[in-house]
């Protein structure tokens, strides 16, 4: 799936079904999905493998999983 495949009124039917799949496991403190740029971010307390996370989805969408400790540190 591609940013443009669905309308808008899809992707964000899609869009909160996944925020709702991700915020059901126990260790999602937060999540949102941006529908321009097509991301899923989740904050969570670390308690869960990232396995755990992503198996949440939506079976048809491909995932690209990183980490972040945060923003950038500036100098």
Do not use: F, Q, Y
């Not at 899809?10 to 996944?18: E, R, T």
């Not at 529908?35 to 996370?53: F, K, P």
């Not at 198996?55 to 100098?75: E, L």
């Amino acid at each position: 799936m591609r940013p443009g495949d669905l309308s808008e009124a899809a992707a964000m039917k899609l869009a909160k079904d996944v925020e709702r799949r991700l915020a059901a496991v126990s260790s999602v403190d937060w999540a949102v999905v941006n529908t321009v740029l097509g991301h899923a971010i989740a904050g969570t307390d670390g308690s869960s493998e990232i396995e755990t996370i992503t198996d949440a989805r939506c079976p048809s969408i491909p995932w690209r999983v990183g980490r972040s400790a945060g923003p950038p540190r500036r100098p």
